[in-house]
Structure formats: structure tokens, C-alpha cells
Nanobody
Framework: QVQLVESGGGLVQPGESLKLSCAAS????????MSWYRQAPGKQREWVAR????????YTTDSVKGRFTISRDNAKNTVYLQMNSLKPEDTAVYYC?????????WGRGTQVTVSS
């Protein structure tokens, strides 16, 4: 059974940092690309970042480039999202995602709130 469990969200002030984690199980983690998505209140879910099985990373718009870093630890079956210089517009529920041959899977999400 595939499971993706996010953690690390919380309430922070603008300019602060958070590191999200997604612990994966039920599949060969090291063989698959992993992604982070987010969904802000009243908005559609949007892709944030992706890391290939080999560790190459891609990011969404310029709004997160240079501030967010995706990484993975295959020994721990975990993917991370380091978020620096957080802005109020980064407020959202952040989801972990994997597309396996047999289907796609989402975690339940972790809330990130950036507010003064």
C-alpha cells in the first residue's frame, strides 16, 4: 500500500523558513520522481517542484525559484522541500505526489501559513 505522509508545516512570519518532509512507503522510492504541489484557499492546486530519481530538480514559476529547494534522501525514503524567505502568498496546503506506473498518489497535505 502506497503511503505519502507530509510533515513540517506550521505558522511562520514573513521572511522565515520551513522545511517540509514527505515520508514514502509501499513502492521503490529511489526509482521514481517525486513532486510537491500546493493549494491556496480558493485556488486550484498547483505544482511547486519536482525531483527526478537521479536528483535533478525543476521548479514552478519565478515566485519560488531561488527560495525553495527540493531534495531527497533515498536511504530514508523521504523527499524534502526547504522553503526560505517565505511570503504570505506561500500560504497553502502543501502536498506530496508520486506518479507510479500503476497510478498516482497524493499525501494528505501539511498546512503552511505565512502571516505577521
Amino acid at each position: 500500500q502506497v503511503q505519502l505522509v507530509e510533515s513540517g508545516g506550521g505558522l511562520v512570519q514573513p521572511g522565515e523558513s520551513l522545511k517540509l518532509s514527505c515520508a514514502a512507503s509501499g513502492f521503490t522510492f529511489s526509482s521514481y520522481a517525486m513532486s510537491w504541489y500546493r493549494q491556496a484557499p480558493g485556488k486550484q492546486r498547483e505544482w511547486v517542484a519536482r525531483i527526478t530519481s537521479g536528483g535533478s530538480a525543476d521548479y514552478t514559476t519565478d515566485s519560488v525559484k531561488g527560495r525553495f529547494t527540493i531534495s531527497r534522501d533515498n536511504a530514508k525514503n523521504t523527499v524534502y522541500l526547504q522553503m526560505n524567505s517565505l511570503k504570505p502568498e506561500d500560504t497553502a496546503v502543501y502536498y506530496c505526489y508520486v506518479n507510479l506506473v500503476r497510478g498516482v498518489h497524493w499525501g494528505r497535505g501539511t498546512q503552511v501559513t505565512v502571516s505577521s
